[in-house]
């Protein structure tokens, strides 16, 4: 009998809100490509373990090829934009997710559909919609933390996990959304453990 071994339980989803990386001491820098839609962004997706703990850089052979995902390079470069400094075209933000993440998944999904499966994956998830829709805009106001949560598990059917930073005068604001997806990483699955970190009680949502 063949038996695959899985070396991770399920996958975290995780969206960035370009205005809370932008606003921070540290500050960001543009893609060479331009200036980002004002929109949720991929970070990553990453295989994890159910007692909270994660492999890491598991195929140093296998490194980023951008050759092959050229297909999905202008679809990457719109939703899953690096903001780090200094300015760069994506490779190698690209690069580190995969290198970190993505080799540990490989027997799932290989380079091409790894990318595939987290633009798939933003689509069925569309946050800023669902934020939208009850009231929670990125106008610079607070939010609380349950009325977040609440827009996200109604709109997009599963319960996230929200990660804050703080601007640069200390507010604490919403900058990373977690979803969490099944081995296959195509389907969005209830959270089996949540990661930790502390928000404030209001929760900024900062423009962009
Ligand atoms: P931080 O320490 O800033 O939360 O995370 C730094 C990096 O560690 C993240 O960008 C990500 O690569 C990795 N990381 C943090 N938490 C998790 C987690 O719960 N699961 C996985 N797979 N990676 C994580
Ligand atoms: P992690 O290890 O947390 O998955 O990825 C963070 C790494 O990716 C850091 O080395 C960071 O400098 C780089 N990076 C490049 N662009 C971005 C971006 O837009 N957002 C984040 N969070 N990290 C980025
Ligand atoms: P509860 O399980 O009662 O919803 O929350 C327990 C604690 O976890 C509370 O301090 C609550 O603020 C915090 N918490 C609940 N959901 C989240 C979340 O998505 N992100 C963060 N950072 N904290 C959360």
Known sequence: VL??????????????????????????????????????????????????NYPQNCDSKNPFNPDKVADLRSSMQKNWPTLACPSGNGVSFWTHEWEKHGTCSESVLDQHGYFQAALSLQKQANLLQALASAGINPDGGS??????????????????????????????????????????GKNLIECPVFPKGKCGSDIEFPSF
Request: one cysteine or more; charged letters at 15%.
């Open 143 to 184: 939010y609380s933390m349950s009325n977040i949560k609440r827009a996200i598990q109604e709109a997009v059917g599963f319960t996230p996990w929200i990660e804050c930073n703080t601007d640069a005068s200390g507010n604490s604001q919403l900058y990373q959304i977690y979803l969490c997806v099944d081995t296959t």
């Open 3 to 52: 038996c695959v071994s899985k070396d991770f339980d399920f996958f975290y989803f995780v969206q960035q809100w370009p205005g809370s990386y932008c606003d921070t001491k540290q500050s960001c820098c543009y893609p060479t490509t331009g200036k980002p839609a004002a929109d949720f962004g991929i970070h990553g997706l990453w295989p994890n373990y159910q007692d909270g």
